[in-house]
């Protein structure tokens, strides 16, 4: 759902690079309209944007390369799945704080990869 749902707004670039950048940067704005949902109340938004933030980070963690990303493949694979868990538990419990800490922690993947890859 992640990578489709960029296809299909024309964002997606030839270079994985970029395309993982624009993933992390997906999530953040997902994550932007759980926030806003819970202060508005409005559920049904809230767990809309919650699932499609879990959709890019389930993608996230396919395209890891186990094989020859060695111990940072293993981290961010448990990065991203505690992201996911924060999420589902965030929305059942409507704490705007955990959401906001996921946001903390892709920001900080974005600033990352950015400085990483020459983005």
């Known amino acids: 759902m992640g990578i489709e749902a960029y296809q299909q707004q024309g964002a ?3 270079d994985p690079y970029m395309l993982v950048l624009k993933l992390y940067e997906g999530t953040l704005k997902y994550l932007s309209f759980v926030k806003h949902a819970m202060e508005t109340g409005d559920i049904e938004l809230k767990f ?3 699932n499609k933030a879990v959709a890019i980070f389930d993608e996230l963690r396919n395209v890891l390369d186990f094989d020859n990303g060695g111990d940072v493949s293993y981290y ?3 990065l991203y799945l ?3 868990e924060t999420l589902f538990t965030a929305g059942i419990d409507d ?3 955990a959401v906001e800490q996921v946001m903390k922690v ?3 993947l974005i600033d990352a990869w950015k400085e990483e ?3």
Do not use: A, F, M, P
Request: no cysteine; glycine share 14%; hydrophobic share 35%.
């Open 48 to 50: 809309t944007n919650i």
């Open 106 to 108: 892709v920001q900080g």
């Open 82 to 84: 505690y992201q996911i």
């Open 12 to 14: 997606v670039s030839n």
């Open 117 to 119: 890859t020459g983005l």
């Open 76 to 78: 961010l694979d448990g």
């Open 95 to 97: 704490n705007i704080t």
